[in-house]
């Protein structure tokens, strides 16, 4: 599985971005791929932003609930990270992961994408 993301970019806080990420050569169907989104700020432990199942149940990580929403579009092999409200505190590169079997909140995806950066003003 091949993972690009893109939407990256700086903004002010209080703003919003949204976050792509295209997937492209995978063995399965990529609707049955649980797909994640992390970040990892400079200095930082790589942290789980939140995920989405095959089924499209989402779960979030505390810091962005209510603030972030994660979405897939299986026709478009498409996954997103809409973010708003943002904080200094989100800045970060964002990735985005996928794998058929592990769906969980640790960074434990086989498959990950290059990142795109983030970066939040005061």
């Known amino acids: 599985v091949q993972l690009v993301e893109s939407g990256g970019g700086s903004v002010q806080g209080g703003g919003s971005l949204r976050l792509s990420c295209a997937a492209s050569v995978f063995r399965y169907t990529y609707s049955s791929y649980c797909l994640g989104w992390f970040r990892q700020a400079p200095g930082k432990k790589r942290e789980v932003v939140g995920n989405?199942?095959?089924?499209?149940?989402?779960r979030y990580a505390e810091p962005v609930k209510g603030r972030f929403i994660i979405s897939r579009d299986n026709a478009k092999n498409t996954l997103y990270l809409q973010m708003n409200s943002l904080k200094p505190a989100d800045a970060a590169m964002y990735y985005c992961?996928?794998?058929?079997?592990?769906?969980?909140?640790?960074?434990?995806?086989?498959?990950w994408g290059q990142g795109t950066q983030v970066t939040v003003s005061q």
């Open positions: 992961a996928a794998d058929i079997t592990y769906c969980g909140l640790a960074a434990e995806y086989t498959y």
């Open positions: 989405i199942d095959d089924d499209g149940r989402t």
